[in-house]
């Protein structure tokens, strides 16, 4: 599953504005402090306490400009005032949004605190990022985190490193320097695509820490960009207007400013009316966390540039899924795994296994034992690998009226 969510957020945050938003910033100054975090999928997850409240988990995510809390019903808890509402529309011209505005709120991360932050809220939390991340995600931090501070991301030892305003005059060994701009509160690069077909590609492409497909490339920005000879068509993602249909491949390489990487896993989303917004933008796709998660990051925004070194999984081989299973996790229950899809022609779909058949055991290891992430990485294995599950089906909607079966799939690359 790929999370897109930036899209979306561009277009309903456009209109927020509020003077009285200084950032983020260190309580006590130093030149740095260490903030840790979780990743999952390479995702980065941070505990946030909002106005004094109990901490909860957010995404850090460079893809939106705005701070984003998932559901009214826990804002409420947190005793939050709301200056606007907003009706938004989705990207099917029919799905509908209620979000509020809720101004100046007191985000504490540990050793940095976001001062008179707006946060958007949404009425309900329709991305369910628990499903596909694996544990309960309640909002988005985004350009405020970054926009005053050089940020250092580390995924190797899951440390974020926040550095005061002027420590990064000058580029630490071994880094590279890499121009970037930021438009609209977007951090942009410019890297070096070889396509399997078609012509060497130089886009423009957008840092999106929020998004876990590796490289974003969208047809319709640019007619040199071409699908592979082997792909597969897929769901991507999930926006305010229903499920992002489109096609994932491999380009030969990937190069920015002189680090390559090999048969990159990438994405080609369908075009949707949201697509004018991308063009609009002059960008013509994204880098996201599988591609950014074999790296040092360092987001050095007031002087526009990124600086990266190779990560300790720099080499490691892109592997998408070979079961064919999209597994999700039973939101609100830590111990519940189900098949959210079943891709055609996959060992899982020769298997028999269908959608929303809940999955008890692998390879005889009762779910409870597994974590998500864990399951995502075992079914991206090995060509060739066994592996037995145990299913349940329910006969409709009756949870009393179920089915429990055995099926082997060995995994086959199909891309």
């Avoid at 456009?14 to 260190?26: D, K, L």
């Avoid at 390559?260 to 075009?271: A, C, G, I, K, Q």
């Amino acid at each position: 599953m790929k999370i897109v969510v930036s899209l979306f957020f561009c277009l309903i945050y456009s209109g927020i504005v509020n003077a009285q938003i200084p950032g983020f910033f260190m309580k006590e100054e130093r030149r740095k402090v260490d903030i840790p975090f979780y990743a999952s999928n390479n995702l980065i997850i941070v505990t946030v306490s909002i106005n004094g409240t109990y901490p909860i988990n957010f995404l850090v995510d460079t893809g939106v400009r705005a701070n984003i809390l998932f559901s009214k019903n826990l804002g409420d808890a947190m005793d939050l005032s709301y200056s606007r509402k907003l009706n938004l529309v989705g990207a099917d011209g029919a799905a509908s949004l209620v979000a509020f505005v809720s101004p100046t709120n007191h985000l504490d991360l540990g050793p940095v605190e976001g001062v008179f932050q707006n946060l958007l809220v949404l009425e309900e939390d329709f991305l369910e990022l628990e499903a596909v991340i694996g544990i309960p995600v309640y909002g988005i931090i985004g350009y405020e985190f970054f926009k005053y501070n050089p940020v250092k991301i580390d995924y190797d030892k899951g440390i974020i490193s926040f550095y005061e305003k002027d420590a990064m005059k000058w580029r630490p060994p071994f880094y590279k320097k890499v121009p970037m701009s930021i438009e609209n509160h977007k951090p942009y690069i410019t890297a070096k695509v070889r396509q399997q077909t078609g012509p060497v590609l130089n886009p423009k492409l957008l840092i999106d820490t929020g998004a876990n497909h590796g490289l974003l490339l969208n047809k319709e920005t640019s007619e040199d960009i071409r699908l592979p000879e082997l792909f597969i068509e897929t769901e991507l993602g999930q926006s305010l207007g229903g499920e992002l249909f489109g096609f994932v491949g491999r380009v030969r390489d990937l190069n920015i400013s002189g680090f390559h990487l090999n048969d990159v896993l990438t994405s080609y989303p369908e075009e949707t009316p949201f697509s004018y917004v991308i063009k609009e933008s002059g960008r013509q796709g994204s880098i996201g966390a599988e591609v950014l998660g074999r790296m040092k990051l360092i987001f050095d925004y007031p002087r526009e540039r990124l600086l990266i070194h190779r990560g300790e999984q720099f080499y490691a081989a892109f592997e998408y899924d070979m079961s064919g299973i999209e597994v999700k996790k039973v939101t609100n229950d830590e111990h519940r795994m189900y098949v959210g899809q079943v891709r055609d022609n996959s060992p899982a779909s020769k298997a028999g296994i269908l959608a929303f058949d809940e999955i008890l055991s692998i390879n005889k290891i009762p779910i409870i034992i597994w974590e998500l992430s864990e399951v995502i990485k075992l079914f991206r294995s090995e060509e060739g690998k066994e592996i037995e599950l145990e299913i349940r089906r329910y006969e409709g909607l009756d949870l009393t009226k179920y089915e429990d079966m055995r099926f082997r799939i060995v995994l086959k690359k199909q891309i």
